[in-house]
């Protein structure tokens, strides 16, 4: 078959890839860790499983208008000036199908050849492939482990050209965990606007913080980088809802209307009893969140404990989000072959650094239970000690 030029340079997901694996050996009876899943390992809360049963029994399962339900809309709006202090009018949101379909849909309606995306690297592996399938050409700017993976004023002005459109952030960050703090988002905000860049900020993680940090919106920064900037969320990840996919974005109402547009002619809106239960999610009262995180928090220090006492492992301790990205750069192994041997020698998956930009990095997620993290991280250990002694065929 000869495919659409569009195509061409796009490439499979790496992460559905190894989790693909993982999952075949396991139903082939293999004791398979998985340290892989992007998603929250607990059960969708009750109170947003009830709303589906009412939605059925009531007939709920038409057409719905394509930019989502006005009463969802409304929700989103009241979110995000509760959360963030931010004022949007529901004709500045528009529902989607999950985050990713917000993201796809937005660069879609803006970017087109000849227009370039900054992309901070490490990056969450859809970014540079919807910049692809939009025509448009991923630029990519370096962050550092050492510089706690942050997006430096520097290195941001060295990427932009006049061809420069748009600035993706995403903090805290999949794959890193690391954040931006409002003085640098501030400066970033300051260059963006000086360059006339449009913001994309991908904040699905918001509610994923540690230490007790608090989550900074470029958007709630000043009025002009309100109106440069749209923002990014979803229930997903907040809420364990990644199945019932529902995204949703705010910002400029024209685009927001083109966005709508896009959609009546795409996938219409999306599901009507999802919408519904994300009404529901956003009216959980917030010990529910504060409930989970306290969890991810305690494993992720457990994580970082164990994985520091790898030889050869220099695991970042992540701010936000819930992946552990570890350099694995000292094993002398790439990190496609790691996650390879890994898998098929020990059972464990991990996600290679590769698909999000780095092959000296491997990505760990700690939605995974706490006996998870002990036994997989154990075997680990014994490996790693075997590959110093020579034992392996490495
Ligand atoms: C999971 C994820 C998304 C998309 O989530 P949806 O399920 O499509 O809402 C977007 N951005 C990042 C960084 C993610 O990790």
């Given at each position: 078959?000869?495919?659409a030029?569009?195509?061409?340079?796009?490439?499979?997901?790496?992460t559905?890839?190894?989790?693909?694996?993982?999952?075949?050996m396991?139903?082939?009876?293999?004791?398979?860790?998985?340290?892989?899943?992007?998603?929250p390992?607990f059960?969708?809360?009750?109170?947003v499983k009830?709303?589906?049963?009412?939605?059925?029994?009531a007939g709920?399962?038409?057409?719905?208008?394509?930019s989502g339900?006005?009463?969802?809309?409304?929700?989103v709006?009241?979110?995000?000036?509760?959360?963030?202090?931010l004022d949007?009018?529901?004709?500045?949101?528009?529902?989607?199908?999950?985050a990713k379909?917000?993201l796809?849909?937005?660069?879609?309606?803006?970017?087109?050849?000849?227009?370039?995306?900054?992309?901070p690297?490490?990056?969450?592996?859809?970014?540079?492939?919807?910049?692809?399938?939009a025509g448009?050409?991923?630029?990519f700017?370096?962050?550092h482990?050492?510089?706690?993976f942050?997006?430096k004023?520097?290195?941001?002005?060295?990427?932009?050209?006049p061809?420069?459109?748009?600035?993706?952030?995403?903090?805290?960050?999949?794959p890193?965990?690391?954040?931006?703090?409002?003085?640098?988002?501030?400066e970033?905000?300051?260059?963006?606007l000086?360059?006339?860049?449009?913001?994309?900020?991908d904040?699905?993680?918001?509610?994923?913080l540690y230490?007790?940090?608090?989550?900074?919106?470029?958007?709630?920064?000043?009025?002009?980088?309100?109106?440069n900037?749209?923002?990014?969320?979803?229930?997903?990840?907040?809420?364990?809802?990644?199945g019932?996919?529902?995204g949703?974005?705010?910002?400029?109402?024209?685009?927001?209307?083109?966005?709508?547009?896009?959609?009546?002619?795409?996938t219409?809106?999306?599901t009507s009893?999802?919408?519904?239960?994300?009404?529901?999610?956003?009216?959980?009262?917030?010990?529910?969140?504060?409930?989970v995180?306290?969890?991810?928090?305690?494993?992720?220090?457990?994580?970082?404990?164990?994985?520091?006492?790898?030889?050869g492992?220099?695991?970042?301790?992540?701010e936000?989000?819930?992946?552990?990205?570890?350099?694995?750069?000292?094993t002398?192994?790439?990190?496609?072959?790691?996650?390879?041997?890994?898998?098929?020698?020990?059972?464990?998956?991990?996600?290679p650094?590769?698909?999000f930009?780095?092959?000296?990095?491997?990505?760990?997620?700690?939605?995974?239970?706490?006996?998870d993290?002990e036994?997989?991280?154990?075997?680990?250990?014994d490996?790693a000690?075997?590959l110093?002694?020579?034992?392996?065929?490495?």
């Amino acid at each position: 078959m000869k495919f659409a030029e569009r195509m061409a340079k796009v490439s499979p997901s790496a992460t559905l890839k190894l989790t693909s694996k993982a999952k075949e050996m396991k139903a082939k009876g293999f004791p398979v860790i998985s340290f892989g899943a992007g998603e929250p390992d607990f059960d969708t809360p009750q109170p947003v499983k009830d709303e589906a049963v009412k939605c059925l029994a009531a007939g709920f399962t038409k057409y719905t208008p394509t930019s989502g339900i006005p009463e969802l809309r409304e929700a989103v709006c009241r979110k995000f000036k509760e959360d963030q202090g931010l004022d949007y009018t529901p004709e500045q949101v528009v529902i989607s199908c999950g985050a990713k379909h917000s993201l796809y849909n937005l660069i879609q309606v803006l970017c087109g050849p000849g227009d370039e995306i900054l992309i901070p690297t490490p990056y969450w592996v859809s970014y540079p492939e919807m910049a692809y399938l939009a025509g448009a050409k991923p630029v990519f700017i370096p962050t550092h482990q050492s510089e706690g993976f942050r997006l430096k004023p520097e290195a941001l002005k060295k990427a932009i050209t006049p061809h420069s459109k748009v600035l993706i952030l995403n903090s805290p960050s999949n794959p890193t965990g690391a954040i931006l703090e409002e003085k640098e988002l501030r400066e970033i905000g300051q260059i963006a606007l000086e360059h006339n860049l449009i913001c994309i900020s991908d904040e699905i993680y918001e509610y994923y913080l540690y230490g007790g940090r608090k989550h900074v919106s470029i958007a709630s920064l000043s009025p002009e980088l309100k109106k440069n900037t749209f923002v990014v969320n979803g229930t997903s990840k907040s809420y364990s809802m990644t199945g019932l996919r529902i995204g949703y974005l705010a910002g400029d109402a024209e685009t927001v209307k083109k966005i709508g547009i896009l959609q009546d002619h795409s996938t219409s809106n999306p599901t009507s009893i999802s919408q519904k239960m994300a009404v529901a999610a956003l009216a959980l009262p917030k010990s529910y969140r504060a409930d989970v995180l306290k969890k991810f928090e305690t494993r992720m220090k457990r994580m970082i404990e164990l994985l520091s006492a790898v030889k050869g492992f220099k695991p970042f301790t992540p701010e936000g989000a819930f992946y552990v990205f570890c350099d694995i750069s000292a094993t002398g192994i790439a990190s496609e072959a790691f996650c390879d041997q890994l898998l098929e020698k020990i059972h464990v998956a991990v996600i290679p650094g590769k698909s999000f930009g780095s092959d000296k990095h491997v990505r760990f997620s700690f939605a995974s239970s706490e006996k998870d993290i002990e036994e997989g991280i154990a075997r680990i250990v014994d490996w790693a000690q075997c590959l110093k002694r020579g034992e392996d065929e490495l």
